[in-house]
Each structure stands twice: as C-alpha cells, then as structure tokens.
C-alpha cells in the first residue's frame, strides 16, 4: 500500500508516494523543471492562476505514477502541503474569480496596519498572536475595496491549499491552523476571529466550514481523478500550510523542537505549548498541525521572504547558461568568509515581516570590477541570506526560544556547505539535515487519519540522518563579516525611515491642507443653509399674515405649520453645527494622532462622552439602540487599548 504526498509551492509542485509498511519513499517527482510564473503587475505585488497549480499537480502525478510504476488502486490517502496567506476568491459554482494573490504580495501591508491600530495592538496579540498584516483576511478586505465587482460575485474564499482538495473532491473546506494563518483565528476563545470580520465588512459565510486537519475531508471525484491519472474514491486525509507540514516532516512536534527551511523564501520555524508573540511583530504565530483546544501546540514562525528566490535570480540572471547549484558552490568555496568585502541585502521580495514590514528591496555593496568575479557574487549572496537567518533567529532567542538544534530537509539551500556551516557557526548551532521532503512529510501524515498510523511519530518514522553541520573555527572571521553584513542593513533601514516620516509629512500636510479645505467648504455650506433658513423665515410670516387675512382658506394655516416644523427643526441644526465643529474641535484632532483607526462614529461617541451625556440621550443622537451605544462603548475600550480596570470615562476626561 501507498501514500500519496504534495507540496504545492510558488516555485514547483513536488509529489511523493511512501511505501506505508517501510516508511520509504518509492518515488519524488518535481515539476515543472523552471519556476512556475509570477505575476507582477506593479511594485510589490505577487500573483498566481490556481489553475496552474491544479495543472502542474496533475502532471506531476502522472509522471510519478509513471517512474515508481505503482498502481493507483495501491495508494490508499491523499496529503498536502501548501503555500500559505494565500487568497482565492470563488463564485457561487466554484469558479475562480481572479489570480490568487500569493504569501509574498506586500499590496496589504497598510490595511493590515490600520486594522491592527483600529481593533487594538493589545487585543489583536492577545486573541490572535499576530497582527492582520499582510496576510489572507487583508488581501480580500484590498479586493473588496480596490475590485468591488469581483468580490460581490465572491461566495467563499480559500487558501491555496483549500483549492487544491477543492479541486481533487468537490469540496469547500478550512481548518483551523489554515484560519490561524490567515489571522481569522482566535486562540483565546477557540473560534472565528468575529472582530477581524467584522473590521473589514467581511460576511462570515464566505468561510469555508471548518475540517480537521487529520480526518477524511473528502474523495477524489471522476473528473479529477481522470486528470491525475488516479482513481476516484481515494480519500483525502490531510492537509496543511507548507511550513507547518515541513516541521512536521521533520519530526517537529513536541515544544523546544525547531525546524528551518530555505526554498523560495527561508523560515525558521519552532514549537511551544503557550501563546507566545512578539510586541513588534517580527514573527508569527500560528496552530501547529497537532494544535487542539486545551493542548496547545503553536507554530513560531520567522519569516525571510528574499531567501532562496535571490540564489535563484542570481543562478538565471549571472551564472553561466548550464551552471547548476553545485557549480556555483564549488566556486563560492575558492572565495574567502566576508566574499572579500562584496555584501548583498537579500530583501528583494516584498515587505520583510522580522524588518517591520519595511520594503528595503535588494542592494549590493561594495563591488569592485578589478576585483570581484561570478563566485563573488554567489558567495555574497549565499552569506547574505545565512545572515538574514541569523538576525531573525537572534529574535527568537530574546523571545526564549532554544536554538541549539536546528532540523531541516535536504532539498533546499541548507544543502549548500557554506550556507549551512555559517548558520551553525553564527548560532553555535548543530544543524542535523535529514533525508526528507514536505511531499514525502504530507503522504505520511496522510496515514494517520485512515488508521495505518496510530500517531505522526509513527506515521513520520525513523528518519535517515544525511548530514550535521557543526560550528566551524573560523567563527572570528564569520563574525566580522556578518557585523559588517549588519551595519549594512540598519543603515538602509534608518533610510528606508527617514524616507518614510518624509513621506508621512508630506501626507500629512495634504491631509491639513485638504482638511482646510473641507472646513472653509462646511463653513461656506453653513452660511448658504443660515441665509436660506432665514428666507424660509420670512416665508412662513408671509403665510402667517395672509392665513389671518384669509382665515377662510384653511390649507394656508396647515401649510405654514408644516414648514414651520420642517424648518425650525434644532435637532437636525444642532447635529449639522456638532458634525461642522468636529473636524476643528481640539480634543478630536488629539484623539485622531493617537489613534488613527477610529472611525467618524467612534469620534462622534467620545466627543459625546466627553459631554457626560447618559446613554439614552447618546442612543438618540446616534440613532442607535441603548444595548447598541454599549456594543460601541466596547469595541472603543479595545480600540484605545484600555485595560479592564481602566474608566473609559475617565481615560477620555484626560485627553
């Protein structure tokens, strides 16, 4: 019997069968043999057709079926690994409704800013260990702002993996780690992220309903077996994003265990069994694929998203036609630590999370033509994504994590020797690489749910030990170019700073301009409404005197109550003249610097606060319901980030 494992990544789509009684892998097939495309259509963004995905997974399937000759009746569960943060929009038949736009697209960033200001800095950490960033639930709230007409045809949206098993069954489906990674899951109470939802206008039904990450979560129906070369019926049994499925490929279950990998992006990834996030949100958090309520097992995740896409970009656009990685290994190993002072950022692929969200792009320094070859380069390049490795890990150790050991795969750049010997050295580290793949991790895993397994450290097995990587002695010399690698970086990012407070006072100075403007214009529109209610005045003296002189016609008398009413009506001129004032007024302007995710209402509630006015007459002016105006009064505690022993009342008569 069999199993069938995927990894579908940004790159290629890997395929494993795993013999179930041995644990061996009978077969890994990549494909295609190039990266798969990429759409760009401006400056940080990132895209995908999913039908590619589909595509490249069924031919691979076909092509290991092919080379390993196993029978499809033999393999007996499907499992997957996926790219995460993904967003794919479908319409009611399941249809796709736009590219996906993928885990390194940076179009979200400062949505995901203004909902981690506007639902709360303290409440987002505390309930979803992560700010909503640049991650799913953001990139479909640019979507609903940007493509109005797409997302109102939209009636779910999935992560790529969501539409993989959607492809292969039939079924719309989500589990609760793919929910954590779209920061749509709320650790503290075990549910739906309601208030994410409900910050972006989001409707809860476009959530697919929730599987468990083990457990038959479909069959592979007609039309797709036939375009995998399979046979319907076989159940797909697992799913998971690709870092959590490559920690558990390699046997990282338990808290204090890490994994790293280093594909198109590099992660280091480690597990630990209580809520645990960073106050700046240079990492993430996410549920482990063995997380459940009351047994907690959470995923710390650091992110480096110009990993090994620049080693790729330097091998297509500066290696020799025909060169592979070996070749440039073996002339980055002629080339002395420091690549004899060429220094490389590798920041090339969007906005970096453990940088703040900062764009710095990609930059080399110091490069000398009489001096500098090819191997240069490829040893500049490969250090400056060991480096990145290292200034992220040093986060995660300030944070408590152990990184003594450090477990990663064999098909990714932890196979280079002057890679993974600087990381070991750096961390003074043992870096123990094992002979697997998330493929082979997935088909495994895909054992558990249908009973071959009785738990994953059974269904992972003991895993062959390829290589282990020591910290070498030159550690002086990897020091010193590492600080030099890192006085490199801290001096983009106080650029990368300085240009952006510039940018923010030019903003804001529009912004001050524009709200001149619109001041000037509501003072214009008071006047012209002041001058027009006086006419109207006059008006109804008018139809007061002829109504006595003409007492007779009775209508006369009606129609001036009618537009004495309508007229004279203080309440409607009170709520323009407070709606005027609220811009000018001081202490709204304050409240705006402070917290810039407050909406109008939310302005207009505090000025009435600030007027001690009871809850009844708040509910008036707010044209809400008594239990409406405390729903309001809640969501604003958590968006000035009150604690609970703090007075709204009195927090507001301080500003």
Known sequence: MYLLGFDIGSSTVKAALVETRTHQVAGMVTF??????????????????????????CFATQMLLKQTQVSPNQIKAIGLGYQMHGLVLVDEEKHVLRPSIIWCDSRAVGLGDEAFQGIGTGYCLEHYLNSPGNFTASKLKWVKDNEPEIYSQGTRFMLPGDYMVLR??????TTIPGLSEAILWDFKNHTIAAEVLDYYGIDRDMI??????????GKLTRQAANAMGLIPGIPVTYRSGDQPNNALSLKVLQPGEIAATSGTSGVVYGVVDKPLYDERTRINAFAHV???KGKNRIGILLCINGAGIQYAWM???VARPGNSYWDMERMMSSVPVGSDGLCILPFGNGAERMLNNRNLDSHIF???FNRHTRAHLYRAAVEGVAFSFVYGMNILKKMGLNIDVIRVSNDNMFQSPVFSSTIATLMNSQIEVFDTTGAAGAARAAGVAIGIYHSLEEAMGVQKLDTVYEPSQNYGQTHQAYTYWQSYLEHMLERNIARSESNSMQRQQQWLVSLQQKEAELSKTSLQLENQRKKWEKTIQKLNRLSEQYPEISGLRKLSRELEEEVMDETSWDEFESHL?????????????????????DLKLCALLRQKLGTKDIARILALSPRGVETKRYRLRRKLQLKNNRSLQ?????I
Not at 38 to 44: A, D, E, K, T
């Open 32 to 57: 295609p043999d190039h990266e798969m495309d990429m759409i760009s259509r401006q400056p940080g963004w990132a895209e995908q057709q999913p039908a590619i995905w589909w595509e490249n997974m």
């Open 168 to 173: 292969m069954t039939g079924e719309t489906a």
């Open 208 to 217: 697919p309903p929730i599987t468990p990450t083990f457990g038959v979560q």
């Open 290 to 292: 063995n997380h459940q």
């Open 315 to 317: 091998r297509h656009q």
């Open 366 to 368: 110091n490069i000398q």
């Open 581 to 601: 004032h609220l811009l000018q007024d001081p202490f709204i302007q304050t409240l705006r610097q402070r917290f810039p995710g407050l909406t109008q209402q």
């Open 650 to 654: 009195e927090f507001i008569d301080k």
